[in-house]
């Protein structure tokens, strides 16, 4: 392990609940700070330096960064989940430093937000982008269509064989053509 230079204080606060980080191609690491701030952050490998990005937008429900939240990159852009009971999703041009809100994440049978224990992975198919989505406290599973700009439920197979929520600490990754939870 080495230490690399802390996230900034910037607003006060430490990183915390929320705090998410995505690698990008450009050996640059994005970072969402959580702790109720909109605070979004790159780290550049080369320079070991951070640079303060456009904020994540308040949104509809004007709430910041919480436990929830999550990044994913893929397609020159970085996809992220606002967490902190919200059904906010969002894309992050990398090449404009410009937020975009995208269609909301499905409230599923319970009506439930989002909440700690969410994951978003990247995943290419074929000519097809797609956003996997496991949403805290439930055993919901989705994927955003990212050229069709539509939501699609998922079976949550390894939820129902174990019968349990997904909590914090939760987490998903995708690689030899499978997602991993």
């Known amino acids: 392990w080495v230490q690399m230079t802390d996230v900034p204080i910037g607003s006060g606060k430490r ?25 979004f952050y790159q780290y ?12 994540m937008p308040l949104g509809t429900r004007r709430k910041a960064v ?15 989940l ?3 009971n919200t ?12 937020w975009t809100q995208l269609r909301p994440v499905p409230a599923g049978p319970n009506r439930k937000r989002i ?4 994951g978003l992975v990247f995943v290419n198919k074929g000519d097809s982008n797609f956003v996997f989505l496991l949403k805290g406290k439930t055993t919901e599973f989705y ?12 079976d949550s197979a390894w ?16 690689g030899a053509n499978k997602i991993y939870a």
């Open 143 to 154: 994927a955003y269509w990212v050229d069709g700009d539509t939501w699609l439920v998922r």
């Open 15 to 39: 990183v915390k609940g929320g705090g998410s980080l995505v690698y990008v191609p450009e050996n640059r690491i994005y970072a969402l700070k959580g702790n109720n701030t909109t605070e």
């Open 66 to 80: 919480k436990k929830g939240a999550a990044l994913t990159y893929g397609a020159g852009s970085i996809f992220a």
């Open 159 to 174: 939820a129902k064989r174990s019968g349990k929520r997904f909590v914090k600490g939760s987490a998903l990754v995708y």
């Open 87 to 98: 059904s906010e999703f969002w894309k992050y041009s990398i090449a404009f430093n410009h």
């Open 44 to 55: 550049s490998l080369a320079n070991r330096e951070w640079d303060s990005l456009n904020p």
């Open 82 to 84: 606002k967490g902190n």
């Open 115 to 118: 909440k700690g224990g969410s």
